[in-house]
């Protein structure tokens, strides 16, 4: 048990079994992916749905990513077009997350997609959650498994402490591989594109085999992450800190030293693995105020500062 009240279940056959059978119940897990911690729930559901709502305090306009096992299943929820085919192809399973054209009669229930036309649809790269998948045979939606804006988890204690008993269970996959969450991508009509989201996979990948995107207006709210304030800490954050003052814990990278550093080395991929972890940490002491480090902007370091600004907002 890692918070009182929250079964962390082994992720073994047995493990998996249980975890599918309570979400073939329409109840609550926490599940591993190779980003964050998903709060999972069957996507077909409305008051499995609705719970996930409950337990994140997630404002009803924010869609929720679908978590697909298979291709074949991702054809049966949205249109994939060529470029869509192209990207699953190169991308998936991985953190790349699809906004597409959804189809009628999916049976997705109407709050994943907040009543937009679009389906958010990703294949995680994680065995634990591809065997979950494959056992349960359903798509999942799983927004991250915080309350809403409030800092990702990104290990099964990180669940435990945001939710306790509030939901049924914590599928323990050990601590996430790469710390960010997914690229998201929508595919509009007439060959364009958009970044609605940095993540682990760079927008010039995207760009080389899809060519430049159109650039993002103001659209509203259309895939998780998008809103100004999020990925909170619960405390003021100041950014691009090459020093600090006595009340602020201090995340450090590269030669700017900290109470938690995100990379000695200056290393982003690592920087990009720890940074909820540091939040988390930043958080928990009795500092009552945070400075970051300044982190380039380039490569993953765009998708670091994206989380740090909207933390900061």
Same mark, same amino acid.
């Given at each position: 048990?890692?918070? &009182?009240?929250?079964?962390?279940?082994?992720?073994?056959?047995?493990?998996?079994?249980?975890?599918?059978?309570?979400?073939?119940?329409?109840? $609550?897990?926490?599940?591993?992916?190779?980003? +964050? #911690?998903?709060?999972?729930?069957?996507?077909?559901?409305?008051?499995?749905?609705? @719970?996930?709502?409950?337990?994140?305090?997630?404002?009803?306009?924010?869609?929720?990513?679908?978590?697909?096992?298979? $291709?074949?299943?991702?054809?049966?929820? !949205?249109?994939?077009?060529?470029? @869509?085919?192209?990207?699953?192809?190169?991308?998936?399973?991985?953190?790349?997350?699809?906004?597409?054209?959804?189809?009628?009669?999916?049976?997705?229930?109407?709050? +994943?997609?907040?009543?937009?036309?679009? $389906?958010?649809?990703?294949?995680?790269?994680?065995?634990?959650?591809?065997?979950?998948?494959?056992?349960?045979?359903?798509?999942? *939606?799983? /927004?991250?498994?915080?309350?809403?804006? !409030?800092?990702?988890?990104?290990?099964?204690?990180? +669940? @435990?402490?945001?939710?306790?008993? !509030?939901?049924?269970?914590?599928?323990?996959?050990?601590?996430?591989?790469?710390?960010?969450?997914?690229?998201?991508?929508?595919?509009? =009509?007439?060959?364009?594109?958009?970044?609605?989201?940095?993540?682990?996979?760079? &927008?010039? =990948?995207?760009?080389?085999?899809?060519?430049? /995107?159109?650039?993002? &207006?103001?659209?509203?709210?259309?895939?998780?992450?998008?809103?100004?304030?999020? #990925?909170? /800490?619960?405390?003021?954050?100041?950014?691009?800190?090459?020093?600090? *003052?006595?009340?602020?814990?201090?995340?450090?990278?590269?030669?700017?030293?900290?109470?938690?550093?995100?990379?000695?080395?200056?290393?982003?991929?690592? *920087?990009?693995?720890?940074? #909820?972890?540091?939040?988390?940490?930043? %958080?928990?002491?009795?500092?009552?105020?945070?400075?970051?480090?300044? +982190?380039?902007?380039?490569?993953?370091?765009? !998708?670091?500062?994206?989380?740090?600004?909207?933390?900061? %907002?």
């Amino acid at each position: 048990m890692a918070g &009182e009240g929250t079964p962390i279940l082994t992720p073994d056959a047995a493990g998996i079994a249980q975890a599918a059978a309570l979400l073939r119940a329409g109840r $609550l897990v926490a599940l591993p992916t190779e980003t +964050v #911690y998903g709060l999972a729930a069957r996507a077909d559901s409305e008051s499995a749905v609705a @719970a996930i709502y409950r337990a994140k305090g997630r404002p009803d306009f924010n869609p929720l990513i679908v978590h697909v096992g298979s $291709l074949e299943q991702a054809r049966g929820l !949205a249109r994939l077009d060529e470029r @869509a085919e192209m990207l699953a192809a190169r991308f998936w399973p991985g953190p790349l997350t699809l906004v597409l054209p959804a189809r009628e009669g999916s049976g997705i229930a109407p709050a +994943v997609t907040a009543g937009l036309p679009t $389906l958010a649809l990703r294949m995680p790269d994680h065995p634990v959650m591809q065997r979950l998948l494959e056992e349960l045979g359903l798509p999942l *939606a799983a /927004p991250s498994a915080n309350r809403s804006g !409030a800092v990702s988890p990104t290990t099964p204690a990180h +669940v @435990a402490q945001a939710f306790g008993p !509030a939901i049924a269970a914590v599928l323990d996959g050990g601590a996430c591989a790469r710390g960010l969450e997914s690229t998201i991508v929508a595919l509009r =009509e007439a060959g364009h594109w958009q970044l609605l989201r940095p993540g682990p996979i760079p &927008e010039a =990948e995207i760009a080389a085999l899809l060519g430049p /995107p159109v650039p993002l &207006e103001n659209l509203g709210i259309e895939a998780p992450g998008q809103m100004a304030r999020h #990925y909170s /800490p619960g405390k003021p954050v100041r950014l691009e800190a090459v020093d600090a *003052a006595p009340d602020e814990y201090v995340i450090g990278f590269g030669a700017v030293a900290g109470h938690c550093s995100l990379s000695e080395r200056g290393d982003l991929a690592l *920087a990009a693995a720890r940074l #909820y972890a540091c939040l988390h940490l930043a %958080a928990a002491s009795d500092k009552p105020r945070i400075a970051v480090a300044p +982190v380039p902007r380039e490569g993953l370091g765009l !998708a670091i500062n994206d989380r740090l600004k909207r933390a900061a %907002a």
